[in-house]
């Protein structure tokens, strides 16, 4: 994880939580995998919940998803807060993640993603995706997640001395909105639908 990322996602926390210090929050990190670095600490209050997340065990993973796009292991509505940086260019099927994103969270939920919009090819252990505000909006609105904001640091500046530059990360914040019974049963069908589709493909 780049220092410029880390910085992203503390603003985040500081804008969006700093007021809710004192609520029980879960906080699921997709991606969580510390290789070189995690976002853990900027969660470590005494009130919240957080959780790491990945495909694979290791440093800084309390959950292992057995399927990358259907997430078992984590109940439906049982997440306050999402956050993922630096995975979802990894992703292949982004966009199914958008709509398990929405499932997992409750309703008023924030999401916190943050990838690339530029920077080199680095597979872990594939490399498919770079985002523009424009994309990284458009998968919100497929997954069903209203766009509360959405950028990319064009010119992450000089201040940073490892690969920060490189990258120009976009980041979004998007939130769950108030569902309809018939809104949220027809979200679970079209996920379902997307599951088997990528299933299908593998």
Not at 26 to 51: A, C, H, M, T
Request: proline share 5%; charged share 25%; aromatic share 14%.
């Amino acid at each position: 994880m780049h220092q410029s990322s880390f910085d992203k996602m503390c603003s985040f926390r500081d804008r969006y939580l700093a007021a809710r210090k004192h609520e029980p929050l879960v906080i699921l990190d997709l991606g969580s995998q510390d290789v070189n670095g995690s976002y853990r600490p900027l969660f470590d209050e005494g009130s919240w919940k957080y959780l790491g997340a990945d495909m694979s065990s290791g440093a800084n993973v309390d959950i292992v998803l057995a399927d990358p796009y259907c997430w078992s292991e984590v109940k439906p509505g049982s997440v306050d807060v999402l956050i993922s940086g630096q995975a979802f260019e990894h992703i292949e099927y982004f966009w199914i993640t958008m709509q398990e994103i929405s499932r997992v969270l409750k309703q008023a939920g924030l999401c916190c993603l943050i990838a690339p919009s530029g920077g080199p090819e680095h597979r872990y252990p594939v490399d498919c995706w770079r985002f523009y505000p424009d994309g990284f909006a458009a998968a919100a609105r497929f997954g069903g997640i209203e766009v509360v904001e959405v950028f990319t640091d064009w010119t992450p500046g000089d201040t940073y001395t490892d690969e920060s530059a490189l990258w120009k990360d976009t980041m979004l914040v998007g939130r769950k909105p108030r569902q309809t019974w018939f809104a949220r049963r027809k979200a679970s069908v079209r996920r379902w639908m997307m599951c088997k589709a990528a299933a299908w493909n593998d």
